[in-house]
Protein backbone atom coordinates (compact mmCIF):
# COMPACT_ATOMS: atom_id res chain seq x y z
CA UNK A 1 0.00 0.00 0.00
CA UNK A 2 1.48 3.40 -1.24
CA UNK A 3 2.30 5.47 1.96
CA UNK A 4 3.18 9.33 0.93
CA UNK A 5 5.30 11.17 4.35
CA UNK A 6 6.07 15.03 4.17
CA UNK A 7 8.63 16.23 6.94
CA UNK A 8 8.87 18.48 8.62
CA UNK A 9 5.06 18.69 9.84
CA UNK A 10 5.48 22.09 10.10
CA UNK A 11 8.40 24.73 9.72
CA UNK A 12 8.96 28.48 10.57
CA UNK A 13 11.25 30.59 8.89
CA UNK A 14 12.12 34.39 8.64
CA UNK A 15 11.05 36.40 5.32
CA UNK A 16 13.96 35.40 2.39
CA UNK A 17 15.01 32.38 3.10
CA UNK A 18 15.33 29.33 0.83
CA UNK A 19 13.90 26.25 2.34
CA UNK A 20 12.87 22.76 1.01
CA UNK A 21 9.93 20.65 1.76
CA UNK A 22 10.56 16.65 1.69
CA UNK A 23 7.90 14.20 0.41
CA UNK A 24 8.87 10.67 0.26
CA UNK A 25 6.90 7.63 -1.17
CA UNK A 26 6.97 3.85 -0.76
CA UNK A 27 5.87 2.67 -3.80
CA UNK A 28 8.15 4.19 -6.63
CA UNK A 29 5.24 2.78 -9.53
CA UNK A 30 3.58 6.13 -10.02
CA UNK A 31 2.41 7.95 -12.55
CA UNK A 32 3.30 11.44 -11.89
CA UNK A 33 3.61 13.66 -8.37
CA UNK A 34 2.08 16.94 -7.77
CA UNK A 35 2.61 19.78 -5.01
CA UNK A 36 0.18 21.85 -3.69
CA UNK A 37 -0.60 24.67 -1.64
CA UNK A 38 -3.76 25.07 0.45
CA UNK A 39 -4.67 27.89 2.63
CA UNK A 40 -6.14 27.59 5.68
CA UNK A 41 -9.90 26.92 5.11
CA UNK A 42 -9.76 26.51 1.09
CA UNK A 43 -9.06 24.33 -1.64
CA UNK A 44 -6.06 23.30 -3.49
CA UNK A 45 -4.26 25.04 -5.79
CA UNK A 46 -1.49 23.14 -7.72
CA UNK A 47 1.77 24.34 -7.82
CA UNK A 48 3.64 21.66 -9.77
CA UNK A 49 3.54 18.18 -11.71
CA UNK A 50 6.15 16.12 -12.13
CA UNK A 51 5.49 13.65 -14.65
CA UNK A 52 7.17 10.13 -13.53
CA UNK A 53 10.30 10.56 -16.52
CA UNK A 54 11.26 13.93 -15.38
CA UNK A 55 13.07 15.09 -12.81
CA UNK A 56 12.01 18.48 -11.95
CA UNK A 57 10.04 21.33 -12.84
CA UNK A 58 10.44 25.13 -12.41
CA UNK A 59 7.48 27.75 -11.50
CA UNK A 60 8.81 31.34 -10.33
CA UNK A 61 10.58 30.42 -7.22
CA UNK A 62 9.58 26.84 -6.81
CA UNK A 63 11.31 24.17 -8.24
CA UNK A 64 10.06 20.71 -7.58
CA UNK A 65 12.33 17.59 -7.75
CA UNK A 66 11.70 13.83 -8.56
CA UNK A 67 13.99 10.80 -7.41
CA UNK A 68 10.85 7.84 -8.52
CA UNK A 69 13.82 5.26 -7.73
CA UNK A 70 14.32 6.17 -4.50
CA UNK A 71 10.89 7.65 -3.62
CA UNK A 72 11.70 11.05 -2.81
CA UNK A 73 10.68 14.72 -3.89
CA UNK A 74 11.82 18.18 -2.95
CA UNK A 75 10.01 21.62 -3.05
CA UNK A 76 12.37 24.10 -3.02
CA UNK A 77 11.32 27.55 -2.10
CA UNK A 78 13.39 30.44 -3.07
CA UNK A 79 13.79 34.33 -1.16
CA UNK A 80 10.46 32.96 0.75
CA UNK A 81 7.22 35.39 1.38
CA UNK A 82 4.89 36.28 4.12
CA UNK A 83 2.40 35.31 1.36
CA UNK A 84 4.34 31.88 1.06
CA UNK A 85 2.39 30.80 4.44
CA UNK A 86 0.20 27.63 3.78
CA UNK A 87 0.25 24.05 3.93
CA UNK A 88 1.60 22.48 1.78
CA UNK A 89 0.46 18.92 -0.16
CA UNK A 90 2.33 16.34 -1.91
CA UNK A 91 0.18 13.74 -3.65
CA UNK A 92 1.27 10.59 -5.94
CA UNK A 93 -0.45 9.16 -8.72
CA UNK A 94 -1.21 6.18 -8.75
CA UNK A 95 -3.49 3.88 -10.77
CA UNK A 96 -5.11 7.47 -11.70
CA UNK A 97 -6.04 8.19 -8.26
CA UNK A 98 -4.11 10.42 -6.20
CA UNK A 99 -2.67 9.95 -2.65
CA UNK A 100 -1.78 12.36 -0.42
CA UNK A 101 0.60 13.05 2.20
CA UNK A 102 -0.05 14.90 5.60
CA UNK A 103 1.28 18.16 4.61
CA UNK A 104 4.12 20.62 5.87
CA UNK A 105 2.74 23.67 7.39
CA UNK A 106 4.71 27.13 6.46
CA UNK A 107 5.17 29.74 8.36
CA UNK A 108 7.19 32.66 6.94
CA UNK A 109 7.59 35.52 9.21
CA UNK A 110 8.20 39.09 7.98
CA UNK B 1 -7.09 26.91 -16.40
CA UNK B 2 -9.89 24.59 -15.73
CA UNK B 3 -12.25 26.06 -13.06
CA UNK B 4 -14.12 23.28 -10.88
CA UNK B 5 -16.25 25.04 -8.20
CA UNK B 6 -18.40 23.66 -5.44
CA UNK B 7 -21.57 24.02 -3.91
CA UNK B 8 -22.20 25.15 -1.08
CA UNK B 9 -19.18 26.44 0.44
CA UNK B 10 -20.45 25.61 3.94
CA UNK B 11 -23.56 23.92 5.64
CA UNK B 12 -24.83 23.79 8.87
CA UNK B 13 -27.68 20.64 9.21
CA UNK B 14 -29.23 18.88 12.73
CA UNK B 15 -28.31 15.75 13.16
CA UNK B 16 -30.38 12.80 11.25
CA UNK B 17 -30.75 15.29 8.15
CA UNK B 18 -29.37 14.61 4.49
CA UNK B 19 -27.38 16.95 3.07
CA UNK B 20 -26.29 17.23 -0.84
CA UNK B 21 -22.99 18.90 -2.16
CA UNK B 22 -22.31 20.07 -5.62
CA UNK B 23 -19.65 19.88 -7.91
CA UNK B 24 -18.89 21.29 -11.05
CA UNK B 25 -16.50 21.07 -13.90
CA UNK B 26 -16.95 24.46 -15.55
CA UNK B 27 -14.93 25.21 -18.94
CA UNK B 28 -14.27 21.26 -18.94
CA UNK B 29 -16.32 18.01 -19.58
CA UNK B 30 -15.03 15.90 -16.75
CA UNK B 31 -15.15 11.96 -16.88
CA UNK B 32 -14.23 11.28 -13.43
CA UNK B 33 -14.65 12.92 -10.27
CA UNK B 34 -13.37 12.15 -7.22
CA UNK B 35 -14.66 12.83 -3.77
CA UNK B 36 -12.44 13.62 -1.01
CA UNK B 37 -12.40 14.52 3.21
CA UNK B 38 -10.33 16.14 4.86
CA UNK B 39 -10.29 16.42 8.71
CA UNK B 40 -8.54 19.26 10.81
CA UNK B 41 -4.77 19.02 10.55
CA UNK B 42 -5.10 16.13 8.32
CA UNK B 43 -4.59 15.15 5.02
CA UNK B 44 -7.56 14.43 1.89
CA UNK B 45 -8.37 10.88 2.03
CA UNK B 46 -10.18 9.73 -0.63
CA UNK B 47 -13.91 9.04 -0.28
CA UNK B 48 -14.40 7.48 -4.20
CA UNK B 49 -14.36 7.63 -7.54
CA UNK B 50 -17.26 8.27 -10.26
CA UNK B 51 -17.34 8.12 -13.52
CA UNK B 52 -20.12 9.77 -15.90
CA UNK B 53 -22.89 7.61 -16.21
CA UNK B 54 -21.82 4.77 -13.91
CA UNK B 55 -21.79 3.91 -10.30
CA UNK B 56 -19.54 5.41 -8.26
CA UNK B 57 -16.07 2.91 -6.44
CA UNK B 58 -15.85 3.45 -2.83
CA UNK B 59 -12.41 3.55 -1.19
CA UNK B 60 -12.43 1.16 1.67
CA UNK B 61 -14.44 2.02 4.78
CA UNK B 62 -16.67 4.44 3.41
CA UNK B 63 -19.73 3.38 3.56
CA UNK B 64 -22.24 3.91 0.09
CA UNK B 65 -25.22 4.01 1.54
CA UNK B 66 -24.29 6.38 3.53
CA UNK B 67 -22.45 8.52 1.12
CA UNK B 68 -24.18 8.89 -2.25
CA UNK B 69 -22.88 9.92 -5.28
CA UNK B 70 -24.04 10.52 -8.44
CA UNK B 71 -22.45 11.90 -11.83
CA UNK B 72 -25.18 12.54 -14.17
CA UNK B 73 -23.55 14.35 -16.77
CA UNK B 74 -20.20 15.21 -17.40
CA UNK B 75 -20.02 18.47 -16.05
CA UNK B 76 -21.81 17.84 -12.25
CA UNK B 77 -21.33 14.91 -9.96
CA UNK B 78 -23.21 15.56 -6.30
CA UNK B 79 -22.47 14.06 -2.77
CA UNK B 80 -25.34 13.53 -1.16
CA UNK B 81 -24.33 12.72 2.99
CA UNK B 82 -27.73 10.71 4.27
CA UNK B 83 -28.53 11.07 7.91
CA UNK B 84 -25.87 13.04 8.98
CA UNK B 85 -24.23 12.90 12.42
CA UNK B 86 -22.26 15.15 14.11
CA UNK B 87 -19.21 12.69 13.06
CA UNK B 88 -20.03 13.64 9.51
CA UNK B 89 -18.47 17.04 10.43
CA UNK B 90 -15.56 17.75 8.11
CA UNK B 91 -14.45 19.46 4.86
CA UNK B 92 -15.18 17.77 1.27
CA UNK B 93 -13.43 18.78 -1.62
CA UNK B 94 -13.87 17.41 -5.13
CA UNK B 95 -11.98 16.92 -8.12
CA UNK B 96 -12.29 16.78 -11.46
CA UNK B 97 -10.26 15.09 -14.54
CA UNK B 98 -10.63 14.90 -18.39
CA UNK B 99 -10.13 11.90 -19.97
CA UNK B 100 -8.27 8.63 -18.19
CA UNK B 101 -4.49 10.38 -17.56
CA UNK B 102 -5.57 14.03 -17.00
CA UNK B 103 -5.00 15.75 -13.95
CA UNK B 104 -7.06 16.50 -11.58
CA UNK B 105 -8.37 19.76 -10.65
CA UNK B 106 -9.80 20.79 -7.37
CA UNK B 107 -12.63 22.83 -6.12
CA UNK B 108 -13.03 24.87 -3.24
CA UNK B 109 -14.28 22.45 -0.75
CA UNK B 110 -17.77 22.28 1.12
CA UNK B 111 -17.57 22.97 4.88
CA UNK B 112 -20.04 20.81 6.77
CA UNK B 113 -21.23 20.66 10.03
CA UNK B 114 -23.59 18.80 11.69
CA UNK B 115 -25.23 19.85 15.35
Known amino acids: KQEVTQIPAALSVPEGENLVLNCSFT??????LQWFRQDPGKGLTSLLL?????REQTSGRLNASLDKSSGRSTLYIAASQPGDSATYLCAVNQGGKLIFGQGTELSVKP | GAVVSQHPSWVICKSGTSVKIECRSL??????MFWYRQFPKQSLMLMAT?????????EQGVEKDKFLINHASLTLSTLTVTSAHPEDSSFYICSARQGADGEQFFGPGTRLTVL
Open chain 1, 50 to 54: IQSSQ
Open chain 2, 27 to 32: DFQATT
Open chain 1, 27 to 32: DSAIYN
Open chain 2, 50 to 58: SNEGSKATY
